[in-house]
């Protein structure tokens, strides 16, 4: 793929596009320390950014997009911060679900969701009852959510089988595994994108991820505008996927 299929005013022809959109949403904490206000205040600029990069992606037709919002590793941050954050969760699922909603979203959550409290989880099953029938994007929030978690509960399930009789040890393989994590049901990531400088992974979809292409973007997340999810996008058609083959393979089959 080159850059030829990108038009001029930069919009990326759709069989270019990822059906499949993953991202680590990080920076909000430095975004409001450079401006030397409270960290939480980073984390309400970035819900705007989020709106906006949500927008985009229901503007380009993208079928999922899959944002990680807590880790399961967040819990151990300043108990005032991990409190303020569930607020926002809550206020931020108050605000937007209707814009969602008239937008044909559909919104989904993954990660252990038993350690929220029963309000917000209440909340969590309203906005997914809600938008279960929505034809459009598909949003995946996660929230307490981990790579290795999500493996773990694999795991357990798939054991409970076994231990149950419904299932031989010699029946599992990469696919039936993949049926027991998280997103199984959609297209595997196509593009991962990190803002906020760090080239790290942070235990997000760590099965998931295994043939994702990896963009890195310097902003920090409240800065991320249409513009950089541009960039990543036109980045993303530029990238030759080959999945364990040649390139002479891929160009030989038209998909390079
Ligand atoms: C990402 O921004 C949001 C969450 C983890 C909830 P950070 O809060 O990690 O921002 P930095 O990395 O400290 O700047
Ligand atoms: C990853 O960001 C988690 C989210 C964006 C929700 P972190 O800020 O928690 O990642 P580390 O700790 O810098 O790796
Ligand atoms: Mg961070």
Known sequence: MSVTSIDRAGTVATNELPHHVVIV???????????????????????????????????????ALTI??????????????????MELFMSALQTEVKSLHEQQVRVRFVGDLSAFSHRLQDKITQTMMLTENNTGLQL???????????????????AEKIES???????????????????????????????????????????????TELYFSDLLWPDFDRQAF????????????????????IEQSGHG
């Open 165 to 211: 009789g419904k299932l031989r040890s010699d029946q599992i393989d990469a696919q039936m595994f993949n049926e027991h994590v998280c997103l199984s049901e959609l297209p595997e990531p196509d593009l991962f994108i990190r803002t906020g400088g760090e080239q790290r992974i942070s235990n997000f979809l760590i099965w998931q991820m295994a043939y």
């Open 140 to 158: 995946n929030i996660a929230v307490n959510y981990g790579g290795r978690w999500d493996i773990t509960q694999a795991c357990k399930i798939i």
């Open 25 to 63: 949403m990080d920076g909000n904490g430095r975004w409001a320390k450079k401006r030397l206000l409270p960290r939480t205040a980073g984390h309400h600029a970035g819900v705007k950014t989020t709106r906006k990069i949500v927008e985009q992606c229901v503007e380009n037709k993208i079928r």
């Open 230 to 249: 541009n960039d990543a996008l036109v980045w993303f058609a530029g990238r030759q996927r080959r999945f364990g083959k040649t390139g002479e393979q």
């Open 68 to 85: 990680f919002a807590f880790s399961s590793e967040n819990w151990k941050r300043p108990e005032q911060e991990v409190s303020s954050l």
